[in-house]
């Protein structure tokens, strides 16, 4: 088994931005998630353990090791798939992941073949192999990405935003190809989507302004919120009265119409309807809930 073990671990930029405050988790062999909106500092702390940046204080400990202060503790074991490879070289991609399992020091040429081909089947790229990897669609990229993690049998797989601009298909069998492989490894994935946490982990956490505001097992945290979630229908211009009375926590477009979601522990009037609470209503609930404690504060 495999643990990642995050103490207090805070991060400010040379321009002062806090990314991350007194963030701490404990996770093992499996998938888990770390959902958070666009600059809650996701990417900051999946550099940080990538041994990428270092801490301002606190520490990452993999497998015993402290990775802040020796970041080759990690490097050999690490697969990591950031948010953008920056530029893609006209290379093949049987080339490129030839040389990247040569620099993740898998030397042995037979055992070098082997990997590489078995990852090219996994991630659907066999056919594709000889072609220039600068040439391929956005999802060829993607599924190219995790082929080049994969390579050196990682122990903690990283992967930030992974399904981003990907069609369904292309997120699907991403997935399924992640999912494979996460039950003797970690897997950290890094998204805003909350439908990739909700299919794919079974444990995840809430980062919100650098912080961790919530974590759990997704199902868990669904069934907290159990008869607690409202709808109604609602007109674009009598949402701030609506907000002004209730704690609304979302909004949706269905076929035009909006529907808002209220959280309430007391039965409402009859002009709302209790809904099946879903991961997106955990996820808007806490961040609402921390943004509020925030600015109280
Ligand atoms: N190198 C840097 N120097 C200064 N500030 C930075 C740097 N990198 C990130 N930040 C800031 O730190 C905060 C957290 O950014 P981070 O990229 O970690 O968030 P994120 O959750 O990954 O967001 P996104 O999904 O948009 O990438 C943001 O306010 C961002 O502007």
Not at 7 to 13: I, L
């Amino acid at each position: 088994m495999n643990t990642l073990v995050i103490n207090n671990a805070s991060k400010v930029y040379s321009n002062g931005t806090k990314a991350l405050e007194h963030v701490s988790l404990k996770i093992s062999n499996g998938m888990f998630g770390l959902l958070g909106p666009n600059g809650a500092g996701k990417s900051s702390l999946m550099r940080t353990i990538a041994g990428l940046q270092t801490l301002t204080s606190g520490s990452v400990i993999f497998n015993g090791n402290d990775i802040s202060k020796d970041p080759s503790k990690i490097r050999q074991h690490l697969g990591y798939l950031p948010q953008e490879f920056g530029v893609y070289p006209r290379m093949s991609a049987l080339d490129l992941l030839n040389h990247i399992a040569i620099l993740k020091g898998v030397l042995n040429k037979k055992e070098r073949q082997e990997q590489i081909e078995a990852l090219l089947i996994k991630t659907n790229l066999f056919e594709h192999r000889k072609k220039f990897v600068s040439n391929y669609s956005g999802g060829m990229r993607r599924r190219f990405g995790i082929a080049q993690a994969l390579l050196g049998n990682p122990k903690l797989i990283m992967v930030d935003e992974p399904t981003a601009g990907l069609d369904p298909e292309e997120r699907n069998r991403f997935l399924d190809v992640l999912s494979e492989v996460s039950s003797s490894v970690i897997v950290l994935l890094s998204t805003h989507i909350v439908e990739d946490i909700r299919v794919l982990c079974s444990n995840m956490a809430i980062l919100s302004n650098g912080q961790i505001v919530k974590q759990g097992n997704p199902n868990d945290l669904i069934n907290g919120l159990h008869g607690k979630i409202w709808k109604t229908p609602v007109l674009k211009s009598e949402l701030n009265v609506l907000k002004d009375k209730y704690n609304v926590i979302s909004t949706r477009l269905l076929a035009g119409k909006t529907s808002a979601y209220v959280f309430s522990e007391e039965q409402l009037t009859t002009d709302f309807e209790s809904v099946p609470t879903d991961l997106e209503h955990v996820y808007f609930h806490i961040l609402k809930t921390s943004k509020t404690t925030s600015y109280a504060a």
